[in-house]
């Protein structure tokens, strides 16, 4: 059998996590997919899935041959879609990936955009708080925030957001506005574990670096839940400022200690290194940084 037919039906039983669910996805008969992983352990001379009556899962070659087989199929879809035109129409699937409250605020109306612009695509929209390797996830396209390390990845800037602190003017006016870093332990604290886990909160300003033990009155789980605490008019919290920033440019939540702003992150768009780009993930790219760079929230 051709090699690529049999890493196509692998991948599809490896993913989900068995051989009908495999073959209704490929619209194969069962016998024919449980033939080719048999052909293609045959040929490879091992296992690359565990199998019982309850469940299929891959072992740990058959997890490394994942990553590989995943990768080599989608640079000849990736080959083939070139092989079309850089005109054409972009069509297909799209996997991008991005921050939780970033996705929803700013890459969720872009996708909108994108899919009413090119009506035969579609799109997965997977929004994580953590770091997601595009590549062994399968992903094509995914929004950073902050420095990116050294990896295959081709990486776009479009904006910076800043670490801030900001309360509603209500507070403000009843408790007074922190002019140094150190006032904050007179204040009334909101915290953020999504933000950071340490009470430990570090400033810089010319040149020089600040620490300041903080003592939260109350600590949240999410940043939708520091912003609501922080709009009623209970304390000081310390966001991104395109989390907050709605409510910064309506004047419900003002901005403090400005001056002892940690430098800017940057946000990049990135996606697989390739001179094999494909119309889908270039069409998206170039929407998505002109809406971000014209996103007066990120620059």
């Not at 090699?3 to 008969?29: C, D, I, K, P, T």
Request: aromatic share 6%; charged share 20%; proline share 5%.
């Amino acid at each position: 059998m051709d090699n690529l037919h049999l890493m196509n039906v692998y991948v599809a039983v490896a993913e989900e996590q068995g051989f009908a669910a495999g073959a209704r996805r490929l619209a194969m008969s069962p016998p024919a997919v449980t033939r080719a992983v048999a052909a293609l352990e045959e040929k490879l001379g091992v296992k690359l899935l565990s199998r019982t009556t309850r469940y299929v899962r891959t072992t740990d070659a058959g997890a490394r041959y994942l990553v590989d087989a995943k990768r080599i199929l989608n640079d000849v879809q990736m080959a083939n879609e070139a092989a079309t035109g850089i005109n054409a129409a972009p069509t297909g699937h799209l996997a991008v990936t991005a921050p939780v409250m970033f996705g929803r605020m700013f890459v969720m109306p872009g996708i909108i955009d994108y899919l009413n612009q090119y009506p035969n695509t579609e799109v997965d929209a997977i929004f994580l708080d953590r770091v997601v390797n595009l590549l062994e996830e399968g992903l094509d396209v995914g929004v950073r925030i902050g420095e990116l390390p050294d990896s295959s990845m081709r990486a776009l800037r479009v904006g910076t957001v800043r670490l801030i602190l900001c309360a509603a003017p209500d507070y403000l006016s009843k408790h007074g506005i922190p002019q140094q870093p150190a006032d904050l332990t007179q204040h009334t604290i909101i915290s953020s574990r999504a933000m950071n886990n340490s009470n430990d909160w570090r400033f810089e300003a010319k040149a020089k670096k600040y620490t300041v033990n903080i003592n939260p009155r109350i600590t949240v789980t999410n940043n939708d839940a520091a912003i609501e605490a922080a709009l009623s008019g209970f304390g000081i919290t310390r966001l991104l400022s395109y989390q907050v920033a709605p409510f910064l440019a309506s004047g419900q939540l003002k901005i403090v200690l400005q001056d002892y702003e940690p430098s800017a992150k940057p946000v990049h768009i990135v996606h697989r290194e390739s001179h094999l780009t494909t119309a889908k993930v270039r069409a998206f790219i170039d929407l998505m940084a002109e809406r971000l760079r014209n996103d007066p929230a990120l620059n």
